[in-house]
């Protein structure tokens, strides 16, 4: 049974940087793990995910460049490093897993992902 533990949520200023982490019990390499945002009044959107597997990535246009998805399969771990940090950028974050085969892209779709962490806190001022 994979659960997840969110942690790295911060308060910063626009153009600031933060690494997100996400420890994942039951980590196995036929699991994706995902990061998704939500923010007050909007849905929740895919921001950036991993396959466990072959590492294949997948990342949301608007954070693309900015954005870094990665594992650490030593520490069961999977982090989100956020540079320039955009004020649309404030959100809940969260870590969600779901089982995979080793060669697929995952998808960004919120439907799909049955584990969900319980979300950190990002908030970037201007």
């Known amino acids: 049974q994979v659960q997840l533990v969110e942690s790295g949520g911060d308060s910063v200023q626009a153009g600031g940087s933060l690494k997100l982490s996400c420890v994942v019990s039951?980590?196995?390499?036929?699991?994706?793990v995902g990061w998704f945002r939500q923010a007050p009044g909007n849905e929740r959107e895919g921001v950036a995910a991993?396959?466990?597997?072959?590492?294949?990535?997948n990342y949301a246009v608007s954070v693309k460049g900015r954005f870094t998805i990665s594992r650490d399969s030593a520490k069961n771990t999977v982090y989100l490093q956020m540079n320039n940090l955009k004020p649309q950028d404030t959100a809940m974050y969260y870590c969600?897993?779901?089982?995979?085969?080793?060669?697929?892209?995952?998808?960004?779709?919120?439907?799909?992902?049955?584990?969900w962490g319980q979300g950190t806190q990002v908030t970037v001022s201007s």
């Open positions: 991993i396959n466990l597997g072959l590492s294949r990535t």
């Open positions: 039951g980590y196995t390499i036929n699991n994706c």
């Open positions: 969600a897993a779901r089982p995979c085969a080793a060669w697929i892209v995952p998808t960004l779709s919120a439907s799909g992902w049955n584990v």
